[in-house]
């Protein structure tokens, strides 16, 4: 079936260090991916998505490539602040004839200390 | 704006309570769906409705009553229910939910604790 995989967290950097979360899939058709962030007692919002090959999605300074050959969507940030604090959960999804369905990975705890 | 209000944001019932989840959007979107959270994990999908119609349902039990009264609106009806389904809910609506792959927009969530 359909997966999604994160790096294991919790992961804990300083303020202005560059932050990479892996995530790779396994899909069976040609899934668009997301990023989805979830603030402390808060629901998930959408932070940047990619809806084939090679697509770069940006927002906020971070960004993710989605690469088709090594079936990934790793999310990068050049320099943390300590509000992007958070849980970041990559996702796809696949078209369906009835329902759009995300996928998620297991979700990644980042702390940014000052 | 692309806003998905839910209330309460918290709800603590004990396990005889009835009582109903509200969600609302005003993108225009047709289809919305509501999935459970456990702490420390990601969102597991319960329901989905498209065009005011339910077109998913993840086995969820019967304790559980969803219902799509309009197009902007989405409740969910809790009845019974068990300490082990103490969780945040989270609703979420997209453009049509069929036949094509879209972002999905979350509300904040309701924190329901059962005693």
């Known amino acids: 079936g359909d997966s999604v995989t994160q790096m294991e967290g919790p992961v804990t950097l300083s303020e202005e260090a560059f932050l990479t979360i892996n995530c790779t899939y396994t899909a069976t058709g040609y899934p668009s991916l997301f990023w989805y962030v979830q603030y402390p007692g808060e629901g998930l919002q959408l932070l940047l998505k990619?809806?084939?090959?090679?697509d770069k999605g940006s927002n906020k300074g971070f960004e993710a490539t989605y690469r088709k050959e090594t079936t990934s969507f790793h999310l990068e940030k050049g320099s943390v602040q300590v509000s992007d604090s958070a849980v970041y959960f990559c996702a796809l999804s696949l078209r369906e004839t009835s329902g759009s369905r995300l996928t998620f990975g297991e979700g990644t705890q980042l702390t940014v200390n000052p | 704006d692309t806003e998905v209000t839910q209330t309460p944001k918290h709800l603590v019932m004990g396990m005889t309570n009835k009582k109903s989840l509200k969600c609302e959007q005003h993108m225009g979107h047709r289809a919305m769906y509501w999935y459970k959270q456990k702490a420390k994990k990601p969102p597991e999908l319960m329901f989905v409705?498209?065009?005011?119609?339910?077109?998913i349902n993840e086995s969820v039990p019967s304790r559980f009553s969803p219902e799509c009264p309009n197009s902007s609106l989405l409740n969910l009806h809790l009845h019974a229910l068990q300490p082990e389904d103490s969780a945040l809910y989270l609703c979420?609506?997209?453009?049509?939910?069929?036949?094509?792959?879209?972002?999905?927009?979350f509300g904040p969530g309701t924190r329901l604790l059962v005693l």
């Open positions: 990619a809806t084939k090959a090679d």
């Open positions: 409705y498209s065009y005011e119609k339910l077109s």
């Open positions: 979420a609506s997209s453009r049509t939910g069929t036949g094509t792959v879209e972002t999905q927009y």
